[in-house]
């Protein structure tokens, strides 16, 4: 219990948690603050790309074996698995309908980069490294919780079709071009790859990231302004448990396969984290119904927050115990 | 200046589904038409502003174009099948253009 409040203490006061603390701090006070949307846009192609390209050169410098796929192979599970447990919670403890539901439950199937991204700099700082395919993980998490929250949909009789031209957007999205193309890149090029760009990808990372989580700070702020009398106790609850449920999926998966205690970290927080890029834009289409203030509130004001400030040194302590790491 | 009735057909729609709505109106012959971006606004579906959007779901666009009269109901019924359930304004107002022959 120690380790986790010393954790989280180091956690909370660190810089990237802060500058999303004045994020969220300027959107409730009504500040003009703003990170200008094509700088906000270049920031998550810097990040998308240092994480890919590190997790490649990692991949690169240790070598592939059989948990690599076992990894896909539990990404793929969980992602279409987790949305069933979600849409189940959900009608029990929220009363939405089926459609919100399902919308609601496709997010935390699939998985948000940033809270990846932010575990991993935390995981560094903590001295630990998760698998460098873990990246490939997120990558595949991405889109087959969207396939599940149409199932479910369907169950209830109103059929909603995933056409062509949706699969391949979800499939084909920027962030996950980027994130698998820097992570070819980076195992293709290895240790002389990441020595050549080092100054680029490495130090300045932390720089960044706070940047942008100073922008996920306002916008997340500014949703739950606008949207927090959508969210009942119930929704609430739900933001907080269902992440919790999500990482003991992510730590069965990670200590079944075997991996590290890093990796292990990075399969919780994957598991835990909640979707607000690739499925909300999923959603409008497949299931315009929905009402994405719902979805994007909770996932973005609610469940990001949390598995930013508490959730990731959780999962870490646990991940520690669990593997003795 | 010789002037020309058309029509001017503005659709403001999610940005999620621009493609979609620019592919339906080629498909009816609509070859003319203007992509801008819009920057906020409120409605039925609350408020909502281009800044602090973390993905094009809650982003909107506005489609434009100015058609002849005769074009104006396959370009509307195509759209319609695209617009139908999304959030979105679609409005036609009368105007004048000059060179009719490029509309």
Known sequence: MDAILSLAADNLLSPIILSFVLGLAAAYARSDLSVPEAVAKGLSLYLLFAIGFKGGASVAAHGIDQTLILSLVAGLVLSFS????????????????????????????????????????????AGLEGEGYMVAVAAVMEAPAILSALWLIARSGARRAMDGELMREVMLNGSIVLLVGAFLIGWITGADGLAQIESFIVAPFLGVLCLFLLDMGLVAGRGLRQSARLLTPGLLLFGVVMPLIGSLAGLAAGMLIGLSAGGVSLFMILAASASYIAVPAAMRVALPEANPSIYLTLSLGVTFPFNLTLGIPIYLAIARIATGG | MQTHKAKRVEIIIEAVMEKRLTDALEGAGVTGFTVLPVRGGSGRSGAWSRAGQVSRAGGMSCVVSLIRPEKLDPLLEAAFKVVERHIGVVSVTDCDVLRAERF
């Open chain 1, 82 to 125: 987790i949305p069933v447990v979600a849409f189940g919670l959900l009608r029990v403890m929220s009363g939405l309908d089926t459609v919100d539901a399902a919308a609601v439950a496709a997010h935390y199937g699939s998985i948000s980069i940033v809270t990846f991204v932010a575990g991993s700099s935390v995981l560094t700082s």
